[in-house]
């Protein structure tokens, strides 16, 4: 199944805040200094066997969201929150 940007960024908006998406896709939970519009990314497909029990991951340098061709969204929901939940940026304690 395939997901269009828009329906990922929807997505993560309504499983949880502006800043923990953040966080989960650029390692800060700050908006950058010179806007949202240009924090682009890219969606790639990390190519691996039973993608449904993976979760998506991100390269923060590279600003790429490795995204698993799920077979649901209902799978994609789950896994993103799980992936969410469990991702610690940079923040130091």
């Known amino acids: 199944m395939t997901f269009s940007c828009l329906f990922v960024f929807n997505l993560l908006t309504c499983l949880c805040s502006i800043p923990l ?5 650029s390692g800060s939970d700050r908006i ?3 806007g949202l519009e240009y924090l682009r ?13 993976l979760l998506p991951y991100v390269s923060t340098c590279g600003y790429i969201l490795y995204l698993p061709r799920y077979s649901s969204k209902e799978i994609l929901k789950k896994q993103f929150l799980c992936a969410i939940e ?3 940026g ?4």
Do not use: K
């Not at 998406?21 to 896709?25: D, G, I, R, S, V």
């Not at 990314?41 to 029990?53: A, K, S, V, W, Y």
């Open 21 to 25: 998406c953040l966080a989960f896709l």
């Open 32 to 34: 950058p200094a010179y």
């Open 41 to 53: 990314f890219t969606i790639e497909d990390p190519r691996r066997e039973n993608p449904d029990n």
């Open 86 to 88: 469990y991702d610690e």
């Open 90 to 93: 940079f923040a130091l304690q």
